[in-house]
T-cell receptor
C-alpha cells in the first residue's frame, strides 16, 4: 500500500475552518484517497473519499492537488464534536472490498 | 437503520483462557472485517470476509486467532489461550462489496489479566 504522511496533531478554534493536510507522493493512478475519523472511545467513521476531482459532502470537503501527491480535508466550521483522530488512507480502486490500512493519523483538538 | 453491533462491549479474561467476540454486521452487507487497536496504536487489520469467498486471513497475528462467519451474516472472532499482548479494542466493520466506505461497530475492549 502507498504510504501517507500526516501531521501528528493540529489545533483549531470552534466555528473556524480547519484544513487537515495529507501527503501521498507515491500514490498510483488507481488509488482513491479516503478519510476516516475516530472520535474518543468510538470506532472509525467514514468522512469522504475522492480520486481526482475535489469532493464535497455534508461532513467535509476534500481538495486534491492536481498531481495527486497531496490532499486536504476541509472542515468548514469546526465544532467541539469534530475533535478526533483523522486518518488519510489510500485504497486501490480495483480492490474496493479490501482492507483499510490505517496510519497514525492527525489528532485534531478544537478549542471553545 | 441499525448499525454494526458488537458484543460484549467489555471482556476481562485471565491469561490462558479462550474468548469469543461477536459481530453483527449491517443487514445486506456482504463484506465483513475485523481490526484491532492496541493502547496508543493505530488500527491493525486482522481478517476479511466477502460473501462465500475464502476469507483473507493475512492479518491474523498467530494461529491462536480464528474467525468464522455463519450464513453470511454474524461473525465470531475466537482467541485461544489469551496472552496479555492480546489486550486491545477489537473492531468489526461491514460494507457492501461495491461500496467505498466501511461502517464500524463500537468495538469490544478485551483485557487479559
Amino acid at each position: 500500500d502507498a504510504k501517507t504522511t500526516q501531521p501528528n496533531s493540529m489545533e483549531s478554534n470552534e466555528e473556524e475552518p480547519v484544513h487537515l493536510p495529507c501527503n501521498h507522493s507515491t500514490i498510483s493512478g488507481t488509488d482513491y484517497i479516503h478519510w476516516y475519523r475516530q472520535l474518543p472511545s468510538q470506532g472509525p467513521e467514514y468522512v469522504i473519499h475522492g480520486l481526482t476531482s475535489n469532493v464535497n459532502n455534508r461532513m467535509a470537503s476534500l481538495a486534491i492537488a492536481e498531481d495527486r501527491k497531496s490532499s486536504t480535508l476541509i472542515l468548514h466550521r469546526a465544532t467541539l464534536r469534530d475533535a478526533a483522530v483523522y486518518y488519510c488512507i489510500l485504497r486501490d480502486v480495483g480492490t474496493s472490498g479490501s482492507r483499510l490500512t490505517f496510519g497514525e493519523g492527525t489528532q485534531l483538538t478544537v478549542n471553545p | 437503520g441499525a448499525g454494526v453491533s458488537q458484543s460484549p462491549s467489555n471482556k476481562v479474561t485471565e491469561k490462558g483462557k479462550d474468548v469469543e467476540l461477536r459481530c453483527d454486521p449491517i443487514s445486506g452487507h456482504t463484506a465483513l472485517y475485523w481490526y484491532r487497536q492496541s493502547l496508543g496504536q493505530g488500527l491493525e487489520f486482522l481478517i476479511y470476509f466477502q460473501g462465500n469467498s475464502a476469507p483473507d486471513k493475512s492479518g491474523l497475528p498467530s494461529d491462536r486467532f480464528s474467525a468464522e462467519r455463519t450464513g453470511g451474516s454474524v461473525s465470531t472472532l475466537t482467541i485461544q489461550r489469551t496472552q496479555q499482548e492480546d489486550s486491545a479494542v477489537y473492531l468489526c466493520a461491514s460494507s457492501t462489496y461495491t461500496a467505498y466506505e466501511q461502517y464500524f461497530g463500537p468495538g469490544t475492549r478485551l483485557t487479559v489479566t
